[in-house]
């Protein structure tokens, strides 16, 4: 691992574990409950879950609107964080269905398996590991869902080909990430130039690409039926918003 991707990652790790530890604390982001509402999340998940895991909710968007989860699904979230989405997930596949949560951060890991515990869901498992290489094996899950995670990895390339290598024939991919809006924004698929940028990197901004350029990542994983669903409320700086994606594997 470079220097500057060694230095990103530890800023990143940073971040999240003060969030873990304080989420009232002011990051600048929507987060809370009133955050998941304003994205739509669902009356009765609200009701099911505990108030208590719903103020981290810093969601760029819901991916649960992407696409049906049925019964006995096997859904994977990558960069899970608090683990809000992990419950929701595990609400709608039901006890046949199973649901596994990856996440950079330590203290992220631990409040999500925390978090699975107090909401009463017992077929949540986390794991802690980057998410451009999965300690999953192949054709695992049939949905991988994330939320706001892929724009703090800088090889954006080998997430999508990882995703794609865990998801069964005929799975898909629903999630909700941050995009550049800004003309004149330098859109890399690798990080280069970081160490002036590190703040950023973690706060959602600069490893921030346009959609089309995600698209094009997607496409190039293997990737079919790649679309820009929507925008979201979402903001992290004045050149990027929220927008949410489906893929399908083949």
């Known amino acids: ?48 879950i505990p108030e208590s895991i719903w103020q981290y909710c810093a969601a760029v968007g819901n ?6 989860f049925n019964p006995g699904d096997s859904v994977l979230d990558i960069g899970c964080g608090a683990g809000i989405d992990l419950c929701v997930a595990s609400i709608l596949v039901g006890k046949a269905g199973r649901v596994t949560g990856v996440d950079l951060t330590p203290a992220m890991v631990e409040l999500a398996r925390h978090n699975a515990q107090q909401a009463g869901l017992d077929n949540i498992t986390v794991f802690q590991g980057s998410i451009d290489l999965l300690p999953f094996d192949d054709s695992a899950f049939n949905i991988v869902i994330s939320n706001g995670a892929i724009n703090l990895c800088s090889h954006k390339d080998n997430v999508f080909q990882e995703i794609f290598r865990v998801l069964t024939p005929g799975g898909h991919l629903y999630f909700a990430d941050m995009i550049n809006i800004k003309d004149d924004y330098r859109s890399n698929c690798r990080l280069q130039d970081a160490g002036s940028h590190e703040e950023s990197w973690a706060d959602c901004v600069a490893g921030t690409l346009k959609a089309e350029a995600l698209i094009t990542l997607m496409i190039a994983a293997g990737f079919t039926q790649v679309k820009q669903v929507s925008l979201t409320h979402y903001k992290t700086s004045e050149s990027t918003v929220g927008a949410t994606f489906s893929a399908y594997k083949i």
Not at 10 to 34: R, V
Not at 63 to 68: M, S, T
């Open 1 to 48: 691992m470079t220097d500057a991707k060694c230095s990103t990652r530890n800023s990143i790790i940073e971040l999240y574990s003060q969030l873990a530890s304080n989420p009232e604390m002011n990051f600048g982001w929507d987060k809370g409950l009133s955050n998941a509402i304003s994205h739509g999340y669902h009356k009765e998940w609200i009701e099911v």
């Open 63 to 68: 991916p649960f609107h992407l696409g049906k």
